[in-house]
T-cell receptor
Framework: EADIYQTPRYLVIGTGKKITLECSQT?????MYWYQQDPGMELHLIHY???????EKGDLSSESTVSRIRTEHFPLTLESARPSHTSQYLC????????????FGPGTRLTVL | RKEVEQDPGPFNVPEGATVAFNCTYS??????FFWYRQDCRKEPKLLMSVYSSGNEDGRFTAQLNRASQYISLLIRDSKLSDSATYLCVANGEDSSYKLIFGSGTRLLVRP
């Protein structure tokens, strides 16, 4: 079982609030990822990191930002939440050099009112 | 054209049936392939990696056909607990570390 954690698991918040979604992994993986997924829909990569101080935007444009100051920690921040940000946010990590299977956290289900 | 394409299903099969899913990928340079399972409102979980020689894990068998650029998953003796969405995955064109997830094939196993 992969050791990757996300908090909070559920968040209901009002429009305009600043939020940070936490993601931590204890596997020492250098690569970490954030995905966004709406119910019944496919995963979309919004951010990724290949190591400390490395962050890149993913394939789906997102107003969120990320940071990677420590290997084990990859938080995602929304400066001003809007109803359009309502979704599930999934964090993943991988550590392989060749077969880069990713392991997912349980996700944060965000609702912006 | 999507980079990884799957039949969305749903596949509705009785317990004990054998069911096969196929998916196609567009990047001929892809080297890493996986099948993930995702239960409703849960995170994706790695089911199995797909190797060039094909591989088997209990009731599950994965095959890779590089010439035709498709990946298959065979589930034998389906259980009720196999009901889930199965995601076909290949690494992306611009990076071996970025994975491209298919939209998923939904499987319903009925009693």
């Amino acid at each position: 079982e992969a050791d990757i954690y996300q908090t909070p698991r559920y968040l209901v918040i009002g429009t305009g609030k600043k939020i940070t979604l936490e993601c931590s992994q204890t596997m020492g993986h250098d690569k970490m990822y954030w995905y966004q997924q709406d119910p019944g829909m496919e995963l979309h990569l919004i951010h990724y990191s290949y190591g400390v101080n490395s962050t890149e935007k993913g394939d789906l444009s997102s107003e969120s930002t990320v940071s990677r100051i420590r290997t084990e920690h990859f938080p995602l921040t929304l400066e001003s939440a809007r109803p359009s940000h309502t979704s599930q946010y999934l964090c993943a990590s991988s550590g392989g050099d060749y077969y880069n299977e990713q392991f997912f956290g349980p996700g944060t289900r965000l609702t912006v009112l | 054209r999507k980079e990884v394409e799957q039949d969305p299903g749903p596949f509705n099969v009785p317990e004990g049936a054998t069911v096969a899913f196929n998916c196609t990928y567009s990047n001929s340079a892809s080297q890493s392939f996986f099948w993930y399972r995702q239960d409703c409102r849960k995170e994706p979980k790695l089911l199995m990696s797909v190797y060039s020689s094909g591989n088997e894990d209990g009731r599950f068998t994965a095959q890779l056909n590089r010439a035709s650029q498709y990946i298959s998953l065979l589930i034998r003796d389906s259980k009720l607990s196999d009901s889930a969405t199965y995601l076909c995955v290949a690494n992306g064109e611009d990076s071996s570390y970025k994975l491209i997830f298919g939209s998923g094939t939904r499987l319903l196993v009925r009693p």
